[in-house]
Nanobody, 124 residues
Framework: QLRVEESGGDLVQPGGSLRLSCAASGFTDHYGIGWFRQAPGKEREQVSCISSSGLNTYYADSVKGRFTISRDKAKNMVYLQMNSLKVEDTAVYYC??????????????????WGQGTQVTVSS
């Protein structure tokens, strides 16, 4: 069974840092991983994505220079390091997998295996 599970969400002050983790299981071939977020009353939006090889990445403009995505293929883990957090980064963060060889557009519609989400709250 294909599965992804997020962890690492927390309450943090503005300017602080968090690292989210995404554990993938059940995959036997290529898959990209994306991080998406959804704030109350807003649509789910893309944050960052990484290709199966780890060589290709995408960042939303709102997080460029602050967030870094990485993956450890041996451990089937993907991480999202979030620095200089802002109040507007508050949301439920979801990890999702695109079970595909190619690095496709980083949009929710392309991703077919979703985790349950982890809450990130940035507040003083």
């Amino acid at each position: 069974q294909l599965r992804v599970e997020e962890s690492g969400g927390d309450l943090v002050q503005p300017g602080g840092s968090l690292r989210l983790s995404c554990a993938a299981s059940g995959f036997t071939d290529h898959y990209g991983i994306g991080w998406f977020r959804q704030a109350p009353g807003k649509e789910r939006e893309q944050v960052s994505c990484i290709s199966s090889s780890g060589l290709n990445t995408y960042y939303a403009d709102s997080v460029k220079g602050r967030f870094t995505i990485s993956r450890d293929k041996a451990k089937n883990m993907v991480y999202l390091q979030m620095n200089s957090l802002k109040v507007e980064d508050t949301a439920v963060y979801y990890c999702a997998a695109d079970h595909h060889l190619l690095f496709r557009p980083c949009v929710p519609q392309m991703y077919d295996v979703w985790g349950q989400g982890t809450q990130v709250t940035v507040s003083s």
